[in-house]
């Protein structure tokens, strides 16, 4: 009987080890509203952890930025596409600090829109980087569905000034 017991407690403990951290993230993430969702996601970039930006995402996620100056990354689908997007930009561009931050409620609970600006630099050039962005998230169960981004072409490239992203 007790060995059963501990093969049994050994199973389960095998179990809650091997979960993934993503599981976990996404059963946290269903008791948070929609502005909550955001700001999180915001302090994850802020963090530059682009890993767990993406886990935030759902597996199909699309992912908007309908004034990127490269037409192919407009619309990104996919948690895998994002991340591999998003993997290097911490080596591009330093973010230190997003000194404004509104997030917005909606009337669907599953949307929030941000308005937020992030200072830093472009680690290649040294440049400032002072963008403003607004955003518009919508998630489901806990996970990012959609995500739209809009910013300005012209700052972004004069700061990276020849530098790729």
């Known amino acids: 009987m007790k060995r059963r017991n501990f093969i049994a407690a ?16 996404q059963d946290v ?45 407009r619309k990104i689908v996919g948690r895998t596409a994002i991340y591999e997007y998003l993997r290097n930009y911490p080596s591009v561009i330093d973010v230190k600090s997003i000194p404004t931050l509104k997030i917005h409620a909606t009337n669907d609970p599953n949307v929030a829109i941000a308005e937020w600006s992030a200072s830093g630099r472009v680690i290649s050039n040294g440049n400032p980087y002072e963008m403003s962005y607004a955003t518009v998230v919508t998630f489901r169960k806990g996970l990012i569905v959609n995500y739209r981004e809009y910013w300005n072409p012209v700052a972004f490239m004069a700061a990276m000034s020849g530098a790729k992203f």
């Open 10 to 25: 050994s199973m389960v403990a095998i179990t809650l080890l091997s979960t993934p951290a993503l599981a976990l993230a």
């Open 29 to 73: 993430s269903k008791d948070l509203t929609a502005s909550q969702l955001v700001k999180r996601s915001l302090d994850t970039f802020l963090a530059k952890d682009m890993k767990g930006w993406a886990d935030l995402c759902d597996e199909n996620v699309v992912v908007e930025f309908p004034f990127a100056p490269d037409a192919a990354s």
